[in-house]
């Protein structure tokens, strides 16, 4: 009986063990966590992006992907200013494609892309600031031969930036 019950035993112990592994305590990846707002906000809108960079393309990109991003984790209603609880505003401090590594020749093969921004969170009513991302950064290399690279490259770190900011501000509640 006891050499039947054995095996038993260690099967049911090594499920547990595997599906604590899988499970994590409830851990999810932070990019797909549900955004969760403050109790006295239950709408949002997107108000003044501050874009002192040269990249005309990059105010309406990151707007979209900030929709996209909030959106796509649930919980958000948009709304327009005047039936808002809530205003985003986002801050680009930089934007900067340049070359990484040369060969020896002086002949780039390896560039980079860095964003810095802010996104910070307002109560509409108050103005009172609830969250705030904090300075994120978020860089890219690419190599600069390959057609396509760099469009590629600036849309993802776009959606990295985004990201990030959104992590940051939903774990300041």
Request: aromatic content about 6%.
């Amino acid at each position: 009986m006891c050499s039947k019950a054995a095996p038993l035993a260690a099967l049911a112990l090594c499920l547990a063990v595997v599906q604590g592994l899988l499970g994590c305590g409830g851990y999810t990846f932070s990019a797909k966590t549900p955004y969760e707002l403050p109790d006295a906000v239950n709408t949002l809108y997107l108000g003044r992006v501050d874009n002192p960079s040269i990249e005309t393309w990059l105010e309406p990109k990151l707007r979209n992907e900030l929709r996209d991003e909030l959106t796509r984790r649930g919980n958000i209603a948009w709304a327009d200013k005047q039936e808002a609880g809530g205003r985003l505003e986002l801050t680009i401090h930089n934007f900067r494609s340049s070359a990484k590594l040369e060969d020896p020749r002086e002949t780039t093969v390896r560039s980079e892309m860095i964003l810095r921004m802010e996104l910070k969170l307002f109560a509409e009513k108050s103005r009172e600031q609830l969250a705030g991302s904090g300075l994120v950064t978020a860089r890219e290399s690419f190599n600069p031969r390959d057609r396509g690279n760099e469009l590629q490259t600036r849309d993802r770190v776009v959606k990295l930036a985004v990201e990030l900011a959104v992590q940051r501000l939903n774990q300041n509640f």
